[in-house]
């Protein structure tokens, strides 16, 4: 199956720093990545969509200064957090969409980075 | 917009028993997608099963299945013969034809006893 990557797993940055955040297609080609945000116990809330070649799409209420979002080639996307504070802590996961897979629009996850801004 | 919502937020079963869980979703769309994806302490996130709301057969992945129910907008999921290694959060997720976004629910904790 379709396999995506996320690098660094953990990172701890202090505060007003950035950190960088990438996430790979490894076995295929991914027009549109996704990145989600997870606080502990609870559901993933979708931050923005990623399009190789164009600008991402915010959800609403993600400040995208502070979420940098590069898309520059088909097999990665990066997400940098800008001056990082401890409310910035969090799980950041994201996916990628296979077009390649047919119709089904299943969506591939990487295995999440913890950050912690101390 | 979509909503997805699953109301048992946690829940247990015996080692070997079967159990439900819940998954009711709202859309105007007649065509889209319903997953249920585990999240294991790993927290990575792995699909379950899926199911296309054209198909009326019920989608069955060895021990897993759903009851889709559309007019019902309902999408619960069986796991049969429960498994230490089921222990985990299960999270519904919906998608429309156009594929833009998957819109996740809450989440219902599952701990398998032994």
């Known amino acids: 199956g379709a396999v995506v990557s996320q690098h660094p797993s953990w990172v701890i940055c202090k505060s007003g720093t950035s950190v960088k955040i990438e996430c790979r297609s490894l076995?295929?080609?991914?027009?549109?990545m996704f990145w989600y945000r997870q606080f502990p116990k609870q559901s993933l809330m979708l931050m923005a969509t990623?399009?190789?070649?164009?600008?991402?799409?915010?959800e609403q209420g993600v400040e995208k200064d502070k979420f940098l979002i590069n898309h520059a080639s088909l097999t990665l996307s990066t997400l940098t957090v800008t001056s990082a504070h401890p409310e910035d802590s969090s799980f950041y996961i994201c996916?990628?969409?296979?077009?390649?897979?047919?119709?089904?629009?299943?969506?591939?996850f990487g295995p999440g980075t913890r950050l912690t801004v101390t | 917009a979509q909503t997805v919502t699953q109301s048992q937020p946690e829940m247990s079963v015996q080692e070997a028993e079967t159990v439900t869980l819940s998954c009711t979703y709202d859309?105007?769309?007649?065509?889209?997608?319903l997953f249920w994806y585990k999240q294991p302490p790993s927290r990575q996130m792995i699909l379950v099963i899926r199911q296309e709301a054209y198909k009326q057969q019920n989608a069955t992945e060895n021990r897993f299945s759903v009851n889709f129910q559309k007019a019902a907008k309902s999408f619960s999921l069986k796991i049969s013969d429960s498994q230490l290694g089921d222990t985990a959060m299960y999270f519904c997720?919906?998608?429309?034809?156009?594929?833009?976004?998957?819109?996740f629910g809450g989440g219902t904790r599952l701990m398998v006893k032994p």
């Open positions: 997720a919906f998608i429309d034809n156009a594929g833009n976004m998957l819109t």
């Open positions: 859309t105007s769309e007649s065509n889209y997608y």
């Open positions: 076995d295929f080609q991914a027009t549109t």
């Open positions: 996916s990628a969409r296979d077009p390649g897979a047919g119709g089904d629009y299943e969506q591939y």
């Open positions: 990623s399009n190789e070649g164009s600008k991402a799409t915010y």
